[in-house]
């Protein structure tokens, strides 16, 4: 899966991931009037404005980029409901040829990952038979429980060529609260060594990785966040092979020339998100022209800005 | 409802959590042919399955204790059909009286944090009306992001008089890579300062708890594994005021007189739990005797034992 990511990046000439994370003051006033009047103002309903909402934007961006992002709580907050709507997003951006990578954030001690695992990218033995529960490509994985909570996610991915992406340093302002604290290694003869607690969660990645390599790439990558370009680009060093997968363009505050170092020499390594960005960008002032009417070709004409940005800022470098 | 889950333990004199963890693989024959005849080997012949056992077993053990702790990425493994199956247990086991804590780890950025929080212990606005998700009682928290991670899950805790776990020393046997891992802090006089990791988490978790007490507990509360009786001791001082969740006993390794440190003077502050050790009681030797048919009977036998053992360790405190 990895392969047929950089497969997608390489035709759509798009390192970006388009994050659905429909919050449904993002949903334009005409799909929930559509959802409500036939479920009623339910989780049904809210699940139902939800799916119109991705529908619309996945059918207008889909042959732009190589990968979509679904946030699962967004889809959790609406309960079982909301989740029968992930399932379908999932399935029907994979029947479009996208990439789906999960955005989960799962992780658990190892008998409990191996069930995250098996139910989010692998099958699940039922008697006699074989079921495969939400089968994304990907998905996030916190890796707070150490090797035995990441481990199982691996063994999974290897058999089934997918991909996880390790929660190393994310987005979020307050993510050096414990992300960044300075960890003590051994000390040498020049005193005490030390290094934040990012770099050592890095260092696992890559000996998660090690193991089961794509092409050129491992199944096993990394969250990043844009909104730490520095960071960033200490762990691109660090991490070669590992696939960095970069939220917090745009809404929160990256653009593309500061996510150049995210990127390898071979213009590969990283993959943007967009959330907000992409799918309400009928609700910011440079694409408010379309109106909600047209809220997915705003959202076109957002990715096709983005890619440019990054494509920009890539040769730039 | 940190009052309730003193209350219940008050009642019961058990300090004691069922873990609803149930691997199919735990589920007697005779209610898997049952599930499946009536749904063939597929995930909602699973989920049935699982159903049946997880109804079985509170029918027996419900008087008992004061809370359930169902997994739920034992459900999740089933895809929606399995998050169905969470949702009615969810809801019987309240009906019972008993106080839920969904074992969901979930943690994220602010905003997504903020929908996981809602989803699981809050409300959601679906246009004029208001629904509910998940509703369980309390939940677990992954603390890898920072507080704005586990902030939104704090101010639902305020308004729904809810709860949380924060996860700070987990039961694995690899939980110390990273939480154990010495975090250096400011240079005193007499060099470099240290502490570890989860003792950093266990701060702000008094720091998080410290403006939503109940009675005489924080709604914050902590997820310390029974497998670190030394950990346990040093977090309990720590915490004074935070409800501590312990997982691990029996089946990971701990017992009643190792777990006696995680209590407070007053024989409160702690609730132990155990999973495997209860659901699967049939399947251990010491239990046998009750048999497949039998095997909601062994898991009250379970219980008892279990009781005793921690009641029989705080008397010798």
């Not at 990968?67 to 999932?90: D, H, N, S, W």
């Not at 929660?167 to 414990?178: A, I, Q």
């Not at 890095?202 to 000996?207: A, D, L, R, S, W």
């Amino acid at each position: 899966m990895i392969n047929k990511l950089i497969d997608n990046i390489r035709k759509t000439g798009a390192p970006i991931v388009a994050g659905l994370d429909p919050m449904l003051k993002y949903v334009p006033e005409h799909l929930k009037v559509q959802a409500f009047e036939e479920y009623g103002e339910t989780m049904k309903g809210a699940a139902e404005a939800v799916w119109l909402f991705n529908k619309e934007i996945v059918d207008n961006i889909y042959d732009l980029i190589p990968a979509v992002k679904p946030q699962i709580a967004m889809y959790e907050q609406f309960g079982i409901e909301g989740l029968v709507v992930y399932q379908r997003t999932v399935n029907y951006c994979k029947e479009k040829g996208l990439v789906v990578i999960g955005d989960v954030k799962r992780g658990d001690i190892g008998s409990t990952s191996e069930a995250y695992a098996i139910g989010h990218l692998g099958k699940v033995q039922v008697g006699s038979k074989v079921c495969k529960g939400f089968d994304e490509d990907f998905i996030t994985v916190n890796p707070y429980l150490g090797s035995d909570g990441v481990k199982p996610f691996v063994k999974v991915c290897k058999e089934e060529k997918k991909g996880i992406f390790v929660l190393v340093k994310t987005s979020n302002p307050s993510s050096g609260e414990f992300q960044d604290r300075l960890i003590q290694e051994a000390a040498d003869g020049n005193g005490t060594a030390s290094r934040p607690l990012y770099e050592v969660v890095g260092e696992k990645v890559v000996e998660w990785g090690a193991d089961c390599m794509g092409d050129s790439y491992s199944y096993v990558g990394a969250v990043v966040g844009a909104t730490y370009p520095e960071q960033g680009k200490v762990l691109r060093k660090m991490m070669p092979k590992a696939f960095i997968l970069v939220p917090g363009y745009g809404a929160q505050g990256g653009k593309g020339k500061d996510l150049v170092h995210f990127f390898n020499e071979d213009g590969l390594g990283a993959i943007i998100n967009s959330s907000r960005g992409i799918i309400a960008a009928y609700m910011q002032e440079e694409y408010a022209k379309y109106g909600a009417e047209h809220f997915a070709e705003a959202s076109r004409a957002a990715v096709i800005a983005m890619r440019d940005d990054i494509a920009g800022a890539l040769e730039a470098k």
